[in-house]
């Protein structure tokens, strides 16, 4: 917590922690590719009506905004399974 997410060392090192790729991590972060992917989410984000964070999308029918209890998250995960599996 605290860290400088604007920093590409900082970022890579994260990267590292979470057990990613690092060189693909930073390459990405160094060329347009990752800023590609990013701006495609943010439109998609937007074209949703997505207006704050965090919000879980399921099966890209059900969507759960704010922070909630893993139990809540868990119903809706059920709930759209179910959804999936009577279509």
């Known amino acids: 917590y ?10 890579v090192q994260i990267a590292r922690r979470a057990g ?6 930073e390459a990405d972060l160094k060329g347009n590719t990752g800023q590609a992917r990013v701006i495609q ?6 074209q949703m009506g997505v207006s704050s964070v965090p919000l879980f999308v399921f099966n890209k029918q059900f969507a759960v905004s704010g922070a909630r209890q893993p ?10 399974l179910k959804s999936v599996q009577a279509s």
Request: hydrophobic share 50%; no cysteine.
């Open 2 to 11: 605290g860290e400088n997410i604007g920093d590409l060392p900082t970022l």
């Open 20 to 25: 990613l790729d690092v060189a693909r991590t």
């Open 41 to 46: 989410h943010v439109e998609l984000a937007v």
């Open 71 to 80: 139990a809540y998250l868990l119903a809706a995960m059920e709930h759209s």
